[in-house]
């Protein structure tokens, strides 16, 4: 189980809908207080935790987390809009054991959480191996095949095509994969992703073809099964 404790109702939805499309098991609080109801309830493997909220500060939360015996193993990811290095600092001296400064990437998170699963003891599912035809993606790898032969792809490539293998026959918009991919309010054009999509399929050659577009809506993966 993972709790997200974050006022902003957009990146709360946004953060808990990727989580469970991966697979996992997630809880979002506006309010410190009904966090702390929750923790009654039941205690997570891990907690997404923003620092600026109201009644009560994340740092102080964390603070309790750390100094109570049944949750002091709990995995505590900071989520904040306070990127120096001084409010990095400060978190992960309270007890913090990752740090994620907006704007994030979804497949970036997506990545630290099950991080913080795996180092918590409660691991999450390994990454699926997909397989389309002569392409194979091996995610926990991060390797990618074509007929056996190895493509080199940036980080951001390589998000985009699993992206697109995990959620196969499904078609994203250019602005989901803009948020997906670079950030919940990344500064950037639709046409970012244009380019991404343009050079993935040509470093995937015949493979290149799975990606296909969907006139006036994106792209999706299809093709052989």
Not at 188 to 201: E, N, Q
Request: charged fraction near 25%.
């Amino acid at each position: 189980m993972i709790y997200f404790v974050e006022d902003d109702n957009s990146i709360r939805k946004l953060v808990l809908y990727s989580l469970t499309s991966a697979g996992l098991e997630a809880e979002g609080f506006p309010r410190p207080s009904e966090f702390w109801a929750a923790m009654e309830r039941r205690l997570p493997q891990v907690v997404l935790l923003d620092i600026m909220l109201p009644e009560e500060d994340g740092i102080s939360i964390l603070k309790k987390l750390r100094a109570d015996s049944r949750t002091r193993g709990i995995q505590v990811i900071l989520l904040t809009a306070k990127g120096s290095e001084y409010d990095k600092v400060v978190g992960l001296d309270a007890g913090a054991d990752d740090y994620v400064s907006k704007p994030f990437g979804m497949m970036e998170l997506m990545a630290r959480v099950r991080a913080a699963l795996r180092r918590g003891g409660e691991s999450s599912a390994p990454p699926p191996v997909y397989e389309l035809g002569e392409l194979m993606v091996d995610p926990g790898r991060h390797l990618v095949q074509v007929n056996g032969e190895s493509v080199a792809l940036t980080l951001k490539e390589f998000q985009l095509l699993c992206l697109l293998l995990e959620h196969r026959d499904a078609v994203f918009t250019r602005d989901q994969l803009l948020n997906t991919i670079w950030g919940y309010d990344f500064d950037g054009a639709s046409r970012t992703v244009d380019v991404h999509i343009r050079t993935l399929r040509q470093k995937l050659g015949t493979a290149g073809s799975y990606i296909q577009t969907i006139r006036g809506i994106g792209y999706k993966i299809g093709g052989a099964s």
